[in-house]
């Protein structure tokens, strides 16, 4: 790929902007209007469903439909009972981690606008061996500089309040990116990429192509179940993190052998179509796109298996970015791979033809 192709600064700026903005799984609107704005000069047209999945469109009026896929929501908590002391428990939105909250900084959304808070913890000083107890839903607990319950109730605060982590987006040592929600928002980007290199170099695809930043999958694959009903595609090609294990405290022999720096991740199970993952394996190796292999026993756990599963079957496979401490605010992933997700979708796009048949048996 030539330099033009490559992530430019406006991309970036982009990229910094999106991760900072908050997308908190049913709350995702905000981030998705930032998404479309970006995207909106390099697609055809676009709709929105109900519950905000967005998608633009390249090539509306073709049959044949393919899809690329992200997914546009973040793990948040949500306020779940005030005390009468001002101090405030909650209920995870997603997966929240419990263990890494206390000392975190958070903000509160209200309808009168963010609210600062803080995970308060116990001192060292006041903790003994016999006391000593580890952090989990029902003993972390927000402090919000309240003196009662009252006076939290004042500040918009109420049970359903979404709560969102405050730590924003940087560049470590120029060769990770680092944040909270690259799961999965970094996706997002990346297949907004893909749009604008389409039409930076004037690809013309022979269908049409859906590029789709879903909601809820934090939930259990909510928005792709959804949408994937509305577009109706023939194929879907879906990019989410995996993890990297080749950080300490990692078993390889039960999370697999994928590492950040050695390239996009493809995964090899039931939901992946085999015919269309042959096609991108292809494509990786006619461009010299490095790549890692990864299996999944049952399920994927990401949206492929949403679109695969669909009514009649879509031919579905998934391409994975390597991530490392997933479900933390320093979720971290190297630029390398990043670039390279992009090309590897980019260059499959171009190996599909229209009315593809991708089926086992003819």
Known sequence: ?????????????????????????????????MWLGYIKPYIDEHFVDTYGTVVGVINPKEKYKVVIEAHADEISWFVHYITKDGFIYLRRNGGSDHQIAPSKR???????????????????????????????VDNIFLDCGAKDKEEVEKLGIYVGCVVTYE??????NNKYYVGRALDNRIGGFMIAEVARLL??????LPFGLYITN??????????????VENIKPDVAIVTDVCHDTGTPMLDKIKQGDTRCGDGPVLTYGPAVQNNLLELIIKSASKNKIPFQRAAASRATGTDTDA???ATGGVASSLISLPLRYMHTTVESVAKVDVENVIRLIYESLKKIKNNHDFRYLK
Do not use: C
């Open 106 to 136: 958070v903000n509160i959304h209200t309808k009168k606008g963010m609210v600062k808070a803080v995970f308060g913890w116990p001192a060292i000083h006041t903790r003994t061996a016999a006391d000593e107890k580890s952090p989990k």
């Open 214 to 227: 879903s909601v809820q999958e934090e939930v259990g694959l909510r928005g792709a179940q959804m949408i």
């Open 167 to 172: 730590d924003e987006f940087m560049v470590l």
């Open 307 to 309: 679109f695969a599963y």
């Open 1 to 33: 790929m030539s330099k033009k192709k490559n992530i430019t600064k406006k991309s970036e700026e982009f990229l910094k902007d999106y991760l900072n903005n908050s997308s908190p799984t049913g709350f995702e609107s905000e981030g998705q209007k």
């Open 199 to 204: 039409y930076e170099n004037k690809v013309k």
